[in-house]
Structure formats: C-alpha cells, structure tokens
C-alpha cells in the first residue's frame, strides 16, 4: 500500500502569517492516463467531520476560501494557507485516491501560538 | 437538506457483530460513490471501504478485509456496512462521505460511535 508522511505532526501558527504543510507519497500519484495527481487535503476542526479542502492537487473545493492552495509533484506536496486565521485550527489530511487501499497521512494538527 | 446520517453504532463485546447504516438526503445518491472512514479514539482518520455509485465495484482496508461488507440500496439512497468478528481495535468513530471523481469527500455525516469491549 502507498505510505502517505506528513510533516509537521503539530504546526503553531500565528493569525495573519504563512503556513505551509508538507506530504509525502511512497509512490507517485500521478495517473498518466489522465494526468491528474490524486492526492487529497482535508480539515478536521476540533469536534466537526472532516471536510475537503483541495482536491485532486490542487483544486480548491467549493466554498474553500483562495487563501488555501495545494501543490506539488508526484511523491511531494503541499498545503499552503497564505495568510492563517483562527478558524483554520485543526487537524489537516493529505490523502492519496490513486488506488486502493486509500490512504492517509497521520495528520498535522494546527494550533494558534 | 444535503445530507449523510450515519446510525447503528453502540457497545458489542469482541467478536460479536454490528450493522452500520447512512442515509442520504436531498442529493441524487445513486451517482455518488460511498466510503466508509473511521477515527479511533484520539487517532487519526483511516479509510475503510469504498463501493461505486452502481455497487458493483467494492474494496476494503486490509484491517476489514473478509469482515467487514459494504452494500448500498440506491432505491432507499442507503449504504450499509455489516461488520463481523468486531476486535477491540474496531472500537472508533464512524464515518460515511460521497464522492465523485472531481469531487470527492464533499460530503460527511456526523458519524456513529461503535465500541468493541468485553
């Protein structure tokens, strides 16, 4: 199975400031069929379901707001939120769909310093 | 109102059996595919089981595979997850969420709690 690693495990951030999280795919998700890379962020909020934030690497989900954005290359990604609010704590997922078993990274839990 | 509403959780003692169910509303079920996700207590998410919008393609996490089942019932816009031989380590939260291909995870319910002790 395809072993998903994210980094940090715990990020505090700061509202106003840059925050960046990293995965990394044991294999590479990018279908060449399609040429899509089926890697996957969610947000977990403290006591909520998980929500979608990016999908397919890089497509906001709807509703998401602009200051989310995903990145990356084959085994490498990012999450990036450019300017952190209070709302964004939480526990964020990187999960790859490029087959099964579907994967997750471990999570990175966001908290404001 | 666009919904998932997962049910059918509880307490049941190791190797007993538990029958999860999620009911959709207000979205055309039958063209989304169905997970199963699960959270233990203080754990992060793992995925469980997937079926497509038609039911005809399934696959299970090694962790479930050959006790756990997935079925859905497009006419009641009802998935199900029949889960035998429960172990301890089943005991968590979970989750049903729809997908499509471009779309996926768009959707989750708030989860049922099951809990596998003796």
């Known amino acids: 199975e395809i072993v998903m690693t994210q980094t940090p495990l715990s990020l505090p951030v700061t509202p106003g400031e840059p925050a960046s999280i990293s995965c990394r795919s044991s294999q590479s998700l990018f279908d060449s069929y399609d040429r899509k890379t089926y890697l996957d962020w969610y947000l977990q909020k403290p006591g909520q379901s998980p929500q979608i934030l990016i999908h397919t690497l890089s497509y906001r989900a709807s509703g998401v707001p602009d200051r989310f954005s995903g990145s990356g290359s084959g085994t490498d990604f990012t999450l990036k939120i450019s300017m952190v609010e209070a709302e964004d704590v939480g526990i964020y997922y990187c999960m790859q769909r490029i087959e099964f078993p579907w994967t997750l990274g471990q999570g990175t839990k966001v908290e404001i310093k | 109102q666009v919904q998932l509403v997962e049910s059918g959780g509880g307490l049941v003692k190791p190797g007993r059996s538990l029958r999860l169910s999620c009911v959709g509303s207000?979205?055309?079920?039958?063209?989304?595919?169905m997970n199963w996700f699960r959270q233990a207590p203080g754990k992060g998410l793992e995925w469980v089981s997937y079926?497509?919008?038609?039911?005809?393609?399934?696959h299970y996490a090694d962790s479930v595979k050959g006790r756990f089942t997935i079925s859905r019932d497009n006419a009641k816009n009802l998935l199900t997850l029949q889960m035998n031989s429960l172990r301890v380590e089943d005991t968590a939260l979970y989750y049903c969420?729809?997908?499509?291909?471009?779309?996926?995870?768009?959707?989750w319910g708030p989860g049922t709690l099951v809990t596998v002790s003796s």
């Open positions: 207000d979205f055309v079920f039958r063209d989304y595919y």
């Open positions: 969420a729809r997908g499509l291909v471009y779309a996926p995870g768009d959707l």
């Open positions: 079926i497509s919008s038609a039911g005809e393609t399934i």
